[in-house]
């Protein structure tokens, strides 16, 4: 059991059950996965950029990023359908929950003039979107080798029914939201 996932049992569960009134331990809010997703506009160009981001989100992941690829054909992006668009990896179990407290306690920190994460990124059902403008904030990432700085979209999916359940659980568990 991983760190986060023994705060999770030992304190945020039953903090959420008592606040909501759950009468089950299965209606507690909790953590489903955690999906990456790296768009790379310029990639279609460049097929030596989507092999960096996927080396790059694998490592900060820990687990081997797919390349996703466009759908639609849509001439004025130069795009054509199958062409490389970006990367992605969904995390479950141990990996979601290690990189979750990797991501809360090392990477967020290292944000230049970081005051918390903006909490209006739930989607009206407790899930929770945060994008990264620099993927260089992870420990695994050597800033010397980077030639591109790339952004990041991070997703956490809860069982949560609603944004104030999802947002107090990752309240409790160290989520730095701005206050």
């Known amino acids: 059991m991983t760190r986060l ?3 999770y049992a030992e304190k945020v569960a039953p ?3 008592k606040e909501f009134g759950y009468t089950s331990s299965m209606q ?3 953590l489903s996965f955690v999906s990456l997703n ?3 506009g310029e990639a279609s160009n460049n097929n ?8 790059e989100l694998t490592a900060i992941a820990g687990q081997k990023a797919v390349i996703t690829r466009a759908r639609k054909s849509i001439a004025a992006f ?3 359908e199958g062409m490389p668009v970006g990367c992605r990896v969904t995390l479950r179990r141990d990996r979601m929950w290690d990189y979750l407290d990797k991501l809360m306690n090392f990477a967020l920190p290292r944000v230049r003039d970081f005051r918390g994460v903006p909490d209006r990124g739930f989607d009206g059902r407790g899930n929770f979107t ?5 993927h260089s904030i992870f420990p695994e990432i ?3 080798r980077v030639e591109h700085v790339k952004g990041m979209n991070v997703t956490i999916v809860t069982t949560a029914t609603a944004d104030k359940e999802g947002k107090m659980l990752l309240d409790l568990l160290g989520m730095p939201f701005k206050k």
């Open 15 to 17: 903090e959420l059950k």
């Open 28 to 30: 507690i809010p909790r």
């Open 5 to 7: 996932e023994q705060i």
């Open 38 to 40: 790296m768009g790379l």
């Open 130 to 134: 945060l994008g990264i403008r620099e």
């Open 78 to 80: 130069k795009l054509r």
């Open 48 to 55: 030596k950029l989507i092999e960096e981001a996927v080396v």
């Open 142 to 144: 050597n800033v010397d």
